[in-house]
């Protein structure tokens, strides 16, 4: 080979391997700096006294292995940063964990559980470490009696009530499992995976006052994991050292145990930032004297004439309408359909309308049985757009399964979401989620204070816990079909609606199993809200309704079976056309309901048409008509177990003739009378053949009207025109 060659060669590979070295120093992301008590101020130390892989009996060296697994922590592994543990400290000094100017200088201070109480000094320190940003863990164990209570000093200067004490549980037997989460968290499901169960030996008792409660023991009453976010830092607390594994007790470090410690770690990597700017709407706000906002004390939902589990007015029950004025506003619904701004009160006021009641309980236009409807959100935007013509049209709403990950997309796509959550009680409430710091989500809160220019509220710094199942729900601007059929019902009933290809959703009234088989149809049961104001006890988880959603449904026919316990109860049903036209219908239910209507998203006033089976010219076997003649003729609307047109028709509405709008009514009987001889009193109306419409050879009647709530009705018979 020539030197020329040869230097070429040599100048080709120098290039390419720092290439090589230059793009993978472009790919690596920041070190997560670790530390914490040294051994043996904690038994159970990360590292040796340098900083470096633990010895065997220190019972940690498979969580250290993970750690330092560039699979995990690492470029291209699960989290892009990696772990830089540093020289494990015996006691920390003041200005050790961040400095003069609140820069932290570790991220992560694995503290674990020691036997010697923190000093005054040390409790300082670590308390200032985690209201800047830093990651902690303590832990208690039962080796020692401080084991635990050595942090009391760090609690106070947290000014929290919470501890770990001396209360020691042992239940025998080996290894146990702790319950499921009982809140779900940022650590709880992160980027290792959603934790599930975690196993331990023994652990001291922790007293949860303040913080996040993530499992209990077995025997579901005892604290033994809890988080709290304070500031913009975070605090994890376990009853045990449940991060470890030897030869003797190998059970402790599971997949569960090990992922929930790598999603803590992980919680150090992200220091990014994206915030909408998101209108913030109040319900509410102490001392709750109508000043600010004024529509606090406004009804919500008839509260005065129902009962709510929530309370009676907006500052106790209105989170949900709160969290949609925020997003309308955001996408620029400033004006409603009647020139109103749109705020919690005036959005309060439009959903109460059109209010219909059965049984001391109501449904209005966009709330049922206290709940509310999501589906009126992108109807109301419609409407408005029709006044207000460069207003935004809403999109039918978008519900998902809580995931961070999305969430963090749809923030990207500068869309907010309004996210169902449990705050530190277990109850449920909605926010709106406007950005991301870091592992944290930036939230509109509608029941407490903003905060100070500079910072915002955040799911952790507020102590809420997203619910899992469809809690998101994403509204995005469209011009396109609102078409959707909507059946609200309270927890004592069982409905089903079911499509003419035999495909249901809802829940089976008499096996109880849930289907989702319509297209584009959804079955949830929404809870009942919880009240911020704390003048109302936490709802029962059981209380709430059931919602069947079915959006861009096919026309058709459609046939709703039901069925409930005790006196009876009622369902709401909603419509809505293609272009938002909708009627809503409050219908009881004694016993068991099954009842057909034909669904049409093209014909904006009449969405709907219930089917009731009539018969014209009763006890005649045929059905002969002179449309000359003067002599009334006789109809019968036909009841059944589920109609009674008796009660149920409104009898001036009732028209009937050749196309069916025909005004041919001459009068109805006041009582019915059973011309099938099927049990049931069957409604008897006259009508006049000259007003009918009938040509001589025609061979359908057809009879439309209205039943009492405004339900369409349509019936048909032979006939046989002679005149």
Not at 8 to 30: D, P, Q, T, Y
Not at 89 to 107: K, P
Not at 123 to 130: C, T
């Amino acid at each position: 080979m020539s030197q020329k060659l040869l230097s070429f060669v040599l100048l080709a590979v120098v290039l390419l391997v720092c290439g090589n070295i230059r793009e993978v120093n472009a790919s690596v992301g920041k070190d997560i700096k670790v530390s914490g008590f040294a051994y043996p101020r904690n038994r159970f130390a990360l590292t040796n006294p340098l900083g470096k892989a633990p010895p065997q009996s220190y019972e940690t060296k498979n969580m250290y292995d993970y750690l330092k697994d560039f699979s995990f922590f690492g470029p291209g592994g699960v989290v892009d940063c990696k772990i830089n543990f540093q020289i494990p400290v015996g006691q920390v000094e003041a200005g050790s964990l961040v400095n003069e100017h609140g820069d932290l200088l570790t991220d992560v201070f694995f503290s674990g559980p020691t036997v010697t109480p923190l000093t005054t000094e040390e409790a300082k320190e670590l308390a200032r470490f985690v209201r800047n940003g830093g990651i902690l863990y303590i832990s208690g164990e039962v080796l020692h009696p401080t084991m635990g209570p050595s942090y009391d000093p760090l609690f106070v200067d947290l000014g929290i009530g919470d501890r770990i004490t001396s209360t020691r549980i042992y239940e025998g037997g080996g290894s146990k499992e702790s319950s499921v989460p009982i809140n779900r968290t940022i650590v709880t499901d992160g980027p290792f995976g959603n934790v599930d169960k975690l196993t331990y030996f023994s652990y001291k008792v922790i007293r949860n006052d303040s913080s996040i409660l993530i499992v209990t023991g077995q025997d579901n009453v005892n604290s033994l994991v809890i988080e709290k976010s304070i500031n913009s830092g975070y605090l994890i607390a376990t009853g045990e050292s449940i991060y470890r594994r030897n030869n003797v007790i190998p059970y402790i470090l599971d997949d569960d145990n090990r992922n929930y410690f790598l999603n803590m770690f992980a919680l150090a990597c992200r220091d990014d930032e994206h915030i909408l700017d998101v209108p913030s709407f109040k319900q509410g706000l102490p001392p709750y004297d109508s000043f600010d906002p004024v529509w606090e004390h406004d009804i919500y939902d008839a509260g005065d004439k129902q009962r709510l589990w929530c309370g009676v007015n907006m500052a106790e029950c209105g989170c949900a309408t709160s969290t949609a004025s925020m997003v309308l506003s955001y996408y620029g619904v400033k004006l409603s359909s009647t020139g109103d701004f749109v705020n919690p009160g005036t959005l309060n006021d439009f959903f109460s309308s059109g209010d219909i009641m059965s049984k001391n309980r109501y449904i209005s236009w966009g709330y049922s049985y206290g709940d509310f409807r999501w589906s009126r959100v992108d109807d109301f935007s419609s409407l408005a757009s029709i006044v207000n013509h460069d207003q935004p049209r809403l999109g039918l709403p978008i519900r998902e399964d809580y995931n961070p990950d999305r969430l963090r997309d749809y923030i990207d796509q500068e869309i907010p979401v309004i996210l169902k959550v449990r705050n530190t009680g277990g109850g449920i409430h909605w926010v709106v989620v406007k950005g991301y710091q870091g592992n944290d989500f930036v939230i509109n809160d509608p029941a407490t204070f903003d905060s100070s220019i500079g910072e915002h509220s955040t799911l952790l710094s507020l102590g809420y816990s997203p619910y899992l199942e469809r809690s998101m729900i994403i509204y995005k601007t469209t011009n396109s079909d609102y078409s959707s059929i909507q059946l609200i019902f309270p927890k004592e009933v069982s409905l089903l609606i079911m499509g003419a290809d035999g495909k249901r959703t809802g829940i089976d009234p008499k096996t109880g199993a849930v289907y989702e088989e319509i297209p584009g149809s959804m079955y949830i049961f929404e809870e009942s809200i919880d009240d911020p104001t704390e003048s109302n006890p936490m709802p029962p988880e059981s209380e709430g309704v059931h919602v069947i959603t079915i959006q861009k449904p096919t026309a058709g026919k459609y046939n709703v079976l039901a069925t409930t316990s005790g006196d009876g109860s009622s369902y709401g049903l909603y419509v809505t056309g293609k272009e938002a036209g909708q009627a809503h219908y409050l219908i009881d239910i004694d016993i068991n309901y099954d009842q057909s209507f034909e669904y049409n998203p093209e014909t904006e006033d009449k969405l709907i048409v219930v089917s009731v089976n009539i018969d014209i010219r009763p006890f005649m076997s045929r059905n002969y008509i002179n449309s000359k003649s003067r002599r009334s003729v006789m109809v019968a609307i036909l009841s059944d177990a589920d109609f009674n047109a008796v009660k149920e028709v409104n009898k001036k509405s009732l028209t009937l003739g050749k196309k069916g709008n025909e005004d041919s009514l001459r009068r109805c009987l006041r009582w019915g009378w059973d011309v099938n001889r099927d049990g049931y009193r069957d409604l008897i109306c006259l009508f006049k053949p000259k007003k009918m419409g009938f040509l001589k050879g025609d061979t359908e009647g057809f009879l439309m009207g209205n039943t009492k709530t405004g339900m369409p009705i349509k019936g048909k018979d032979e006939v046989r025109v002679y005149r």
